[in-house]
């Protein structure tokens, strides 16, 4: 089946520094999204990537939807503790496939 | 303007007993799905349903579980007998239509707690 890996599986940086994380996938997808969980509550929409190749922001979030279509990446620029959470890259086709996950913790 | 409606947040239930999960999507979705996330892990896909019919079962346990969208009322996601392998966060998700994104995903609730004891 199709399958969504995600590294890292977790992340410890300190406030302010810069974060990037990965999905690839064993199958091509037309859509792809970033979602952060917070403990206790549902994923929550963060990006959306229609295009291979697109590159969008929402504020200190860039992600990039990969070429080939198999993989994307997310960045975030100058964490904040806020930032805590569990972020998952989704792949749409005629249902979303979640990725594995990546942990972040950040330190003040 | 209210979210996808989930309840409860939390459910106990002896091994045996049946739980039931209710779903209400947001106003206007029509599609409706279901994923169960274990802990320390990603969220797996379960059943996707539109107004009394189910599209997608592919994730569904094929004994106990079942899953129902009335033409009036939530979304049910019902697991009989439970064990305490099912015990997990269960998430509904909703949108518009199968084909029409917008520029946005799903839309989750913030889950059901399930807890078998």
């Known amino acids: 089946g199709q399958q969504l890996n995600q590294s890292p599986q977790s992340m410890f940086i300190q406030e302010g520094e810069d974060v990037s994380m990965n999905c690839t996938s064993s199958?091509?997808?037309?859509?792809w999204l970033w979602y952060k969980q917070d403990p206790g509550e549902g994923p929550v929409l963060l990006i959306a990537l229609y295009k291979a190749g697109e590159l969008t922001s929402n504020g200190r979030l860039t992600a990039q939807f990969g070429i080939t279509r198999k993989d994307s990446f997310l960045n975030i620029s100058a964490s904040i503790p806020s930032d805590v959470g569990i972020y998952f890259c989704a792949g749409r086709g005629d249902k979303l496939i979640f990725g594995t996950g990546t942990r972040l913790q950040v330190f003040p | 303007n209210a979210g996808v409606m989930q309840n409860p947040r939390h459910l106990v239930r002896r091994r045996g007993q049946e739980a039931r999960l209710r779903c209400s999507p947001m106003?206007?979705?029509?599609?409706v799905y279901w994923y169960r996330q274990l802990p320390e892990e990603g969220l797996k896909f379960m059943v996707y349903?539109?107004?009394?019919?189910?599209?997608?079962e592919s994730g569904m346990p094929k004994e106990r579980f079942s899953a129902e969208f009335p033409k009036e009322g939530p979304s049910i996601l019902r697991i009989q007998q439970v064990v305490r392998g099912d015990s997990a966060a269960y998430f509904c998700?909703?949108?518009?239509?199968?084909?029409?994104?917008?520029?946005?995903?799903?839309?989750f609730g913030s889950g059901t707690r399930l807890t078998v004891v």
């Open positions: 349903l539109q107004k009394e019919n189910i599209i997608d």
């Open positions: 199958s091509i997808f037309n859509t």
């Open positions: 106003k206007g979705h029509s599609h």
């Open positions: 998700a909703s949108s518009p239509s199968q084909g029409v994104w917008g520029n946005y995903g799903y839309t």
